[in-house]
């Protein structure tokens, strides 16, 4: 499921979060699946508990989980509402966009990579 790498300079939360962000954007964890308890996976991964709630806290700042009381966490439904990981990953977007027009790309391949990724998004049952 995840990875930590303690030779990482990144904290183990940051790897944690990332470890679940990138399983709920592959589809590894299906929209509204719950996630394990903050206790089960801090116990499978040998850490903490305090570091597991603070990724979930993050990824659902960041649009990616819901929290319910009582119930515990669940992946949230893709593209809802806006979200500021949304916005910064749009600004990453659009320097990286005006580099690659800069480069040499035109919109028409900035837009058919971006119908690529939709289209495996889709592949992947989100």
């Given at each position: 499921?995840?990875?930590?790498?303690?030779?990482?300079a990144r904290?183990?939360y940051?790897?944690v979060?990332?470890?679940?962000?990138?399983?709920?954007?592959?589809?590894?964890?299906?929209?509204?699946?719950?996630?394990?308890?903050?206790?089960?996976?801090?116990?499978?991964?040998?850490?903490?508990?305090?570091?597991?709630?603070?990724?979930?806290?993050?990824?659902?700042?960041?649009g990616?989980?819901?929290?319910?009381?009582?119930?515990?966490?669940?992946?949230a439904?893709?593209?809802?509402?806006?979200?500021a990981?949304?916005?910064e990953?749009?600004?990453?977007f659009?320097a990286?966009?005006?580099?690659?027009?800069?480069l040499?790309?035109?919109?028409?391949?900035?837009a058919?990579?971006?119908?690529?990724?939709?289209?495996?998004?889709?592949?992947?049952?989100?």
């Amino acid at each position: 499921m995840i990875s930590l790498n303690y030779r990482d300079a990144r904290p183990i939360y940051e790897q944690v979060r990332d470890g679940l962000r990138h399983l709920v954007i592959t589809g590894a964890i299906a929209e509204g699946e719950k996630l394990p308890s903050v206790r089960a996976l801090a116990a499978s991964l040998a850490i903490n508990p305090n570091t597991i709630q603070r990724a979930y806290a993050a990824l659902e700042a960041e649009g990616y989980l819901t929290s319910e009381p009582g119930r515990g966490a669940f992946a949230a439904k893709g593209g809802e509402g806006e979200s500021a990981r949304r916005e910064e990953l749009l600004r990453q977007f659009d320097a990286s966009a005006r580099e690659l027009c800069f480069l040499g790309m035109t919109p028409e391949e900035l837009a058919e990579r971006i119908e690529r990724a939709a289209e495996m998004r889709k592949g992947e049952g989100a």
